[in-house]
C-alpha cells in the first residue's frame, strides 16, 4: 500500500521547511535549479501514447495542478513522477538526482490516490502513524508526528476514532496526514476530492492551501475542475491529449488562453468568427488591428467582460443585439444576445429585461484575444 512507500525518509529538516517556504513560489530562478525536472519524459502503451515527450519544471514550494480533460494522461503524468510507472522515454529529476529508474519507495515523493486506501481495522491515530511505525521510528517520536501531523489536518479530536466511522472529507484528511507524515519532497494528489460534494470540496480547498503553507513543500495536485486548479495552485499545467496545452498562473491561463482548447476547456467563452486581413481583424462589424497571418480568426470574449447597456462610445466595441435566451442562475441572470455575425453569451443582474427585448453591449479591447483557425 503506498503508505509504506518513503519510509525512514525524512527529506524535510525544520529548516529545509522555512528554506522551501522561502522561495515561495513561481519558476526556479537561475541560482536555484527546480526540484523536479521532467525532460522529454513520454508513455506509450502500445499504440496509445498516453503521453507525448514533454519537459517540466516544478520549483520547491509550488502548488501546481495538472488540469485536462478525463483520458488526457493527468494520472499517467503524475504516476510518472511518483515512480509507479516507468517512462517509455525522458528522465525524471527530483533535487538534481536523476530518479527515473528509481522505485517509488526510494523516491523522496508521496502520493495520495483518489481512493483513500486506509486501514480498516485501525484507528486514525494508527493509520497515520503506520508509515513510521514500519519504519522503526520510535514510539514517543511517532506519538508527537502523529499529533502534529493530525493536528495540521484538524483531526486531534478524531483521533482515536475508527476510520470506518469517519465522513469522506474526514478519511480524505486521515489521507493526507499519513502522506505528510512521511514529510516527502514532493506530495502527489491524484484528484483526492474527486468523491467529495462541493461544499467539502471547497471547505478542503482552503484546508489545502492552509496546509500548502504551513509545511512549506511542493504539492502536485491531479484535477479535471478548472475551478478547482484556479482555487488551490500558483501554477496551472493544461493538458489536451497527452501534450501540455498551455502552462502558467491561473491569470494567465484564463485571460490570455494561448489556443482554441485551453480557451474552452478553462471558463466560459464566446467566440465570433472574423478575418484578419493585412494586420486588421474585422468581425460582426467591429475591427482592430492585429498582427498575425491573412485569414480566419476567431475573437474570443469572455461573457463576464461583456457589459450590457452600454452608449456607444463609451467601450472599444459596441454592438447592438436582441436578446434571445435568458436564464436566471442565482446570483446573476444569463442572457444569449444575438449581435450582427453571431450571438454571445452575457451575464447581468436586470431581471425586467427579456427575450425579444433589444440591447446594448459592448466591451474593451484588452479583454478580448484572437486565435486563428486558418493553417
Ligand atoms: N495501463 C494502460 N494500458 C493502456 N492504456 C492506458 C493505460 N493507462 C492509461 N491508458 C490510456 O492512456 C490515456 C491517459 O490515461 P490517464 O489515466 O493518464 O488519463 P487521465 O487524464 O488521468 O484521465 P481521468 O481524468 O479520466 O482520470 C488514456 O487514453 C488511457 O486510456
Ligand atoms: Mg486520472
New binding site residues.
Given amino acids: 500500500m503506498q503508505m509504506t512507500r518513503d519510509i525512514g525518509r525524512q527529506s524535510f529538516s525544520a529548516s529545509g521547511m522555512a528554506a522551501s517556504a522561502r522561495a515561495g513560489v513561481g519558476v526556479a530562478t537561475a541560482s536555484e535549479p527546480s526540484l523536479v525536472q521532467l525532460r522529454q519524459v513520454s508513455k506509450a ?1 502500445g499504440e ?1 501514447i ?1 503521453v507525448h515527450p514533454l519537459d517540466l519544471e516544478i520549483a520547491a514550494g509550488d502548488f501546481l495542478a495538472i488540469l ?1 480533460p ?7 503524468l503524475l504516476r510518472m513522477l511518483g515512480g509507479f510507472i516507468k517512462p517509455t522515454s525522458g528522465t525524471v529529476s527530483i533535487a538534481g538526482e536523476d530518479v527515473t529508474a528509481q522505485a517509488p519507495e526510494r523516491r523522496s515523493t508521496n502520493m495520495v490516490f483518489q481512493s483513500y486506501g486506509l486501514f480498516p481495522h485501525m484507528n486514525v491515530r494508527q493509520n497515520v502513524g503506520y508509515g513510521l511505525t514500519i519504519a522503526g521510528v520510535a514510539r514517543a517520536e511517532i506519538q508527537k508526528r502523529v499529533d502534529e501531523t493530525l493536528a495540521l489536518v484538524r483531526l486531534e479530536s478524531l483521533a482515536n476514532s475508527r476510520v470506518t466511522e469517519l465522513s469522506g472529507g474526514q478519511q480524505q484528511r486521515v489521507a493526507l496526514a499519513r502522506a505528510l507524515i512521511m514529510r516527502p519532497k514532493v506530495l502527489l494528489l491524484d ?1 483526492p476530492l474527486a468523491a467529495l460534494d462541493l461544499k467539502l470540496r471547497k471547505a478542503m480547498h482552503t484546508e489545502l492551501r492552509t496546509l500548502h503553507k504551513a509545511v512549506g513543500g511542493t504539492f502536485v495536485f ?1 484535477t ?1 475542475d478548472q475551478g478547482e486548479a484556479m482555487a488551490l495552485a500558483n501554477r496551472i499545467v493544461v493538458m489536451d491529449k497527452g501534450r501540455v496545452a498551455q502552462q502558467g498562473t491561473a491569470e494567465d491561463i484564463y485571460l490570455r488562453p494561448s489556443n482554441h482548447f485551453v480557451s474552452t476547456f478553462v471558463g466560459e467563452v464566446n467566440f465570433i468568427a472574423g478575418t484578419r486581413k493585412a494586420g486588421q481583424v474585422e468581425f460582426g462589424g467591429g475591427r482592430f488591428a492585429d498582427p498575425g497571418s491573412d485569414g480566419k480568426v476567431m475573437v474570443g470574449i469572455r461573457p463576464e467582460s461583456i457589459l450590457l447597456g452600454v452608449q456607444e462610445g463609451t467601450t472599444d466595441f459596441h454592438f447592438s443585439g436582441v436578446i434571445r435566451e435568458k436564464l436566471f442562475l442565482g446570483p446573476f441572470v444569463q442572457y444569449v444576445v444575438e449581435i450582427p455575425g453571431g450571438s454571445v453569451t452575457v451575464y447581468g443582474r436586470a431581471l425586467r429585461l427579456g427575450e425579444g427585448d433589444p440591447i446594448t453591449l459592448g466591451w474593451s479591447a484588452t479583454d478580448h484575444w484572437v486565435v486563428d483557425t486558418h493553417g
Fill in positions: 502503451y496509445v498516453a485536462g478525463s483520458g488526457c494522461g493527468k494520472t499517467t484528484e491531479v479535471h
